[in-house]
């Protein structure tokens, strides 16, 4: 079945700097990757996604690419703000499980004022 | 159209006590699912429904029981609470389109301390 890795556990960086978390998977088939962000004692809300006919997405400040032969995927955060500090959850869908998504083990993204 | 809604936001329970976290969605979604998520940590899967009258386990199901006799109603059963039961819970309801993207929206989580 698919396993998601994601990388690193937390990433400090200065406000004004690039964030970039990333992650892999195990299962050739998986065709949708999701980001979630977390605030803190909030929800998980989705904030982009790709599928696997695409290789970059962007919107706006954040961009996800994927890179098929190496399955693994990106995410990446320019020009951080302090509002960007939060919990990052990857996910890839899984063949095996009627397209459910499994869950990386997330990424703490603190900004530095 | 309120999405996910989770009741009670807060419980404080004995050890031993038994209780449900109740879980509904107005979205006409199949799939519903539990997480609980334990401080700094991830999301761990602890059962799911692929539609009324069909539940299967999770990751980690132990100590917990649910039912799906309506599409819009999920409820977690805690059987005999401990200590080790004491985190966030986090509903999740969800769509499939046929290209395979889930689209996951998630309640606002039931905070629990087992004491």
């Known amino acids: 079945g698919e396993n998601v890795e994601q990388h690193p556990s937390t990433l400090s960086v200065q406000e004004g700097d690039s964030a970039v978390i990333k992650c892999t998977y195990s299962?050739?088939?998986?065709?949708?990757f999701p980001w979630y962000k977390q605030e803190l004692g909030k929800r998980p809300q989705l904030i982009i996604d790709i599928r696997s006919n695409v290789g970059e997405k962007k919107d706006q400040r954040i961009a996800v690419t994927l890179n098929k032969t190496a399955k693994h995927f990106s995410l990446h955060i320019t020009e951080t703000q302090p509002e960007d500090s939060a919990v990052y959850f990857c996910?890839?869908?899984?063949?095996?499980?009627?397209?459910?998504?499994?869950w990386g083990a997330g990424t703490k993204l603190i900004i530095k004022p | 159209n309120a999405g996910v809604t989770q009741t009670p936001k807060f419980q404080v329970l004995k050890t031993g006590q038994s209780m449900t976290l109740q879980c509904a969605q107005d979205m006409n979604h199949e799939y519903m699912s539990w997480y609980r998520q334990d401080p700094g940590m991830g999301l761990r899967l602890i059962h799911y429904?692929?539609?009324?009258?069909?539940?299967d386990q999770g990751e980690v199901p132990n100590g917990y029981n649910v039912s799906r006799s309506t599409t819009e109603d999920f409820p977690l059963r805690l059987l005999s609470a401990a200590p080790s039961q004491t985190s966030v819970y986090f509903c999740?309801?969800?769509?499939?389109?046929?290209?395979?993207?889930?689209?996951?929206?998630f309640g606002s989580g039931t905070r629990l301390t087992v004491v």
């Open positions: 299962d050739s088939a998986s065709n949708y």
């Open positions: 996910a890839a869908n899984s063949m095996d499980s009627n397209y459910q998504l499994i």
């Open positions: 429904s692929v539609g009324a009258g069909i539940t």
């Open positions: 999740a309801s969800s769509y499939f389109s046929g290209q395979g993207k889930a689209g996951y929206t």
